[in-house]
T-cell receptor, first 113, second 113 residues
Framework: KNQVEQSPQSLIILEGKNCTLQ??????????LRWYKQDTGRGPVSLTI?????NTKSNGRYTATLDADTKQSSLHITASQLSDSASYIC????????????FGAGTRLFVKA | NAGVTQTPKFQVLKTGQSMTLQCAQD?????MYWYRQDPGMGLRLIYY???????DKGEVPNGYNVSRLNKREFSLRLESAAPSQTSVYFC????????????FGPGTRLTVL
């Protein structure tokens, strides 16, 4: 069964600290993996998209990694800011004659001053 | 550019009532999508339109119908609302389905009593 699991479910960190969010997937065949940021009451916003051949991609203070062999991805946030408080969603795309999008439940990040 | 816009922002319905959620994008994207998001769960795809003139079922299509009115507009209709359809509904668009990043609208919060 195609699944995307994220951990932890929620996380509290102090402003200025780094953190890493995890995403494990069982989706096959794999097309690409995406990380989205969703602020409370808003729609998700894309952070990164990675294909099979990419193992690292950065977007400012956000760095995503992908290990297609172990089917794991991580999102590292450097020098966190209060505005990083949001849900972070891992999404895996599979394409078997028609694409399918599998969303993780998200990690809720709280950054405290 | 407004990106993806959705109307209404909030709606309360009684069981059995019907309504249409409107979505429009001004990015000249080919593909458009409707999702629902329930607490503690990932976004789930209801319907999508890979290109103007085509629509396909997603993961949870029962109780919904869609219309791709033109390249810009994609509407979602609830013919006979049920309490199980209480959710936040997001519309999204992308240049090409399954390949490019999706841009999300602000969402419609629907309550069915």
């Amino acid at each position: 069964k195609n699944q995307v699991e994220q951990s932890p479910q929620s996380l509290i960190i102090l402003e200025g600290k780094n953190c890493t969010l995890q995403c494990n997937y069982t989706v096959s065949p794999f097309s690409n993996l995406r990380w989205y940021k969703q602020d409370t009451g808003r729609g998700p916003v894309s952070l990164t998209i990675m294909t099979f051949s990419e193992n690292t991609k950065s977007n400012g203070r956000y760095t995503a990694t992908l290990d297609a062999d172990t089917k794991q991805s991580s999102l590292h946030i450097t020098a966190s800011q209060l505005s990083d408080s949001a849900s972070y969603i891992c999404v895996v795309i599979t394409n078997t004659g028609g694409f399918k999008t599998i969303f993780g439940a998200g990690t809720r990040l709280f950054v405290k001053a | 550019n407004a990106g993806v816009t959705q109307t209404p922002k909030f709606q309360v319905l009684k069981t059995g009532q019907s309504m249409t959620l409107q979505c429009a994008q001004d990015m000249n994207h080919n593909s458009m999508y409707w999702y629902r998001q329930d607490p503690g769960m990932g976004l789930r795809l209801i319907y999508y339109s890979a290109s103007e003139g085509t629509t396909d079922k997603g993961e949870v299509p029962n109780g919904y119908n869609v219309s791709r009115l033109n390249k810009r507009e994609f509407s979602l209709r609830l013919e006979s609302a049920a309490p199980s359809q209480t959710s936040v509904y997001f519309c999204a668009s992308s240049a090409v389905a399954g390949v490019h990043e999706q841009f999300f609208g602000p969402g419609t919060r629907l309550t069915v009593l």
